[in-house]
T-cell receptor, first 115, second 113 residues
Framework: DTEVTQTPKHLVMGMTNKKSLKCEQH?????MYWYKQKAKKPPELMFV???????INESVPSRFSPECPNSSLLNLHLHALQPEDSALYLC??????????????FGPGTRLTVL | EDKVVQSPLSLVVHEGDTVTLNCSYE??????LLWYKQEKKAPTFLFML????IEKKSGRLSSILDKKELSSILNITATQTGDSAIYLC?????????????FGQGTTLQVKP
């Protein structure tokens, strides 16, 4: 089973709203990732959690706030977003960075529209 | 700066054709190269290539890593319309075990009936 699930599938929010994206995996992976993907572009890494600790923040604006409550769950809290933040947000997980054959498996994504 | 470049950016073929997609990289401390297929939503994993595994095959798809030329190819034989997708190449590199992937721009493949 290489399934990563994400909710919601679609989200429309105003610039003053607060919302959260959720990601879950039950593969026993200890690394989880958030990516942002704009149309016709490759995914761009936002955050990496390794063993439930934030290990990489790619200079993401503070209106995006990640949270890893346990090894299976990853959240992305959104507040005061801008229209240019509209994108597909992908979650991925892998065994652990640096482990042999460490492959990232992606969830289906959340399509976010900011009005 | 680490860089991954794919070519061609787009490709249109007919069913039954064979295609070769290219990926070249300039990175420090190469760890692995991965190929993904992206249709409507999430990238789905195809292959991972490392120094200890430079050739992989699965059905009509195969991939080779050339560490001397710092490149990889993805071959698809007897293409089908279901192969139409964006093919992404990504490289894991850098100091420390960060898990950070550097993606190429992708190759958009359209297979016509």
């Amino acid at each position: 089973d290489t399934e990563v699930t994400q909710t919601p599938k679609h989200l429309v929010m105003g610039m003053t709203n607060k919302k959260s994206l959720k990601c879950e995996q039950h593969m026993g992976h200890r690394a989880m990732y958030w990516y942002k993907q704009k149309a016709k572009k490759p995914p761009e890494l936002m955050f990496v959690y390794s063993y439930e600790k934030l290990s990489i923040n790619e200079s993401v604006p503070s209106r995006f706030s990640p949270e890893c409550p346990n090894s299976s769950l990853l959240n992305l809290h959104l507040h005061a977003l801008q229209p240019e933040d509209s994108a597909l947000y992908l979650c991925a997980s892998s065994q652990a960075p640096g482990s042999p054959a460490d492959t990232q498996y992606f969830g289906p994504g959340t399509r976010l529209t900011v009005l | 700066e680490d860089k991954v470049v794919q070519s061609p950016l787009s490709l249109v073929v007919h069913e039954g054709d064979t295609v070769t997609l290219n990926c070249s990289y300039e990175v420090t401390n190469f760890r692995s190269l991965l190929w993904y297929k992206q249709e409507k939503k999430a990238p789905t994993f195809l292959f991972m290539l490392t120094s200890s595994g430079i050739e992989k095959k699965s059905g009509r798809l195969s991939s080779i890593l050339d560490k001397k030329e710092l490149s990889s190819i993805l071959n698809i034989t007897a293409t089908q319309t279901g192969d139409s997708a964006i093919y992404l190449c990504a490289v894991e590199a850098g100091l420390g075990n960060t898990g950070k992937l550097i993606f190429g721009q992708g190759t958009t493949l359209q297979v016509k009936p």
